[in-house]
Protein backbone atom coordinates (compact mmCIF):
# COMPACT_ATOMS: atom_id res chain seq x y z
CA UNK A 1 0.00 0.00 0.00
CA UNK A 2 0.99 3.29 -0.80
CA UNK A 3 2.34 5.92 2.07
CA UNK A 4 0.13 8.68 0.52
CA UNK A 5 -3.47 6.00 0.95
CA UNK A 6 -3.19 6.08 4.46
CA UNK A 7 -2.40 10.13 5.28
CA UNK A 8 -3.91 11.48 7.66
CA UNK A 9 -5.51 8.53 9.07
CA UNK A 10 -5.50 6.68 12.19
CA UNK A 11 -3.68 3.15 11.71
CA UNK A 12 -2.76 0.99 14.60
CA UNK A 13 1.21 0.35 13.78
CA UNK A 14 2.19 -3.53 14.67
CA UNK A 15 5.76 -3.64 13.48
CA UNK A 16 8.04 -2.47 11.27
CA UNK A 17 12.10 -3.61 9.89
CA UNK A 18 14.43 -1.84 8.65
CA UNK A 19 16.66 -2.56 5.49
CA UNK A 20 19.19 -1.45 3.00
CA UNK A 21 18.10 0.06 -0.51
CA UNK A 22 19.95 -1.34 -3.64
CA UNK A 23 18.57 1.45 -5.49
CA UNK A 24 20.18 4.28 -3.45
CA UNK A 25 22.00 5.50 -0.45
CA UNK A 26 20.51 5.08 2.70
CA UNK A 27 17.92 2.58 4.13
CA UNK A 28 14.28 1.90 3.64
CA UNK A 29 11.50 1.40 6.36
CA UNK A 30 8.36 -1.77 6.17
CA UNK A 31 6.37 -0.69 8.37
CA UNK A 32 3.15 -3.60 9.21
CA UNK A 33 -0.39 -1.87 10.17
CA UNK A 34 -3.66 -2.45 10.22
CA UNK A 35 -6.33 0.19 8.81
CA UNK A 36 -9.95 -0.56 8.87
CA UNK A 37 -9.63 -4.12 10.22
CA UNK A 38 -7.17 -5.53 7.44
CA UNK A 39 -3.54 -6.08 8.11
CA UNK A 40 -1.01 -4.08 5.22
CA UNK A 41 1.82 -2.97 4.91
CA UNK A 42 3.89 0.16 3.28
CA UNK A 43 7.70 0.87 2.86
CA UNK A 44 9.05 4.43 2.86
CA UNK A 45 12.57 5.91 2.89
CA UNK A 46 11.21 8.62 6.13
CA UNK A 47 14.21 8.91 8.14
CA UNK A 48 11.88 11.05 9.98
CA UNK A 49 9.65 7.95 10.65
CA UNK A 50 12.20 5.26 11.01
CA UNK A 51 13.87 7.62 14.05
CA UNK A 52 10.32 7.38 15.60
CA UNK A 53 9.63 4.27 15.20
CA UNK A 54 12.92 2.87 17.05
CA UNK A 55 12.35 5.87 19.48
CA UNK A 56 8.75 3.53 20.43
CA UNK A 57 9.52 0.33 19.64
CA UNK A 58 9.04 -0.89 22.95
CA UNK A 59 5.23 0.44 22.74
CA UNK A 60 4.33 -1.32 20.01
CA UNK A 61 1.41 -1.84 18.37
CA UNK A 62 0.12 1.81 19.27
CA UNK A 63 -2.28 3.90 17.25
CA UNK A 64 -0.55 6.79 14.85
CA UNK A 65 -1.45 9.31 12.18
CA UNK A 66 0.98 9.82 9.02
CA UNK A 67 1.17 13.41 8.51
CA UNK A 68 3.16 14.93 5.67
CA UNK A 69 4.63 18.14 6.47
CA UNK A 70 6.39 20.23 3.65
CA UNK A 71 8.58 17.56 1.67
CA UNK A 72 8.60 14.77 5.11
CA UNK A 73 6.43 12.66 6.12
CA UNK A 74 5.51 12.06 10.19
CA UNK A 75 3.98 10.21 13.22
CA UNK A 76 0.99 12.20 15.10
Known amino acids: MSIDA???KEI???GFKT???KFKEGGYITVQFELDGARRVFFTGSQVIADLLQKYEGKLPFWATIQK???Y???T
Open 73 to 75: YTL
Open 12 to 14: LIL
Open 6 to 8: VLN
Open 19 to 21: GQS
Open 69 to 71: INR
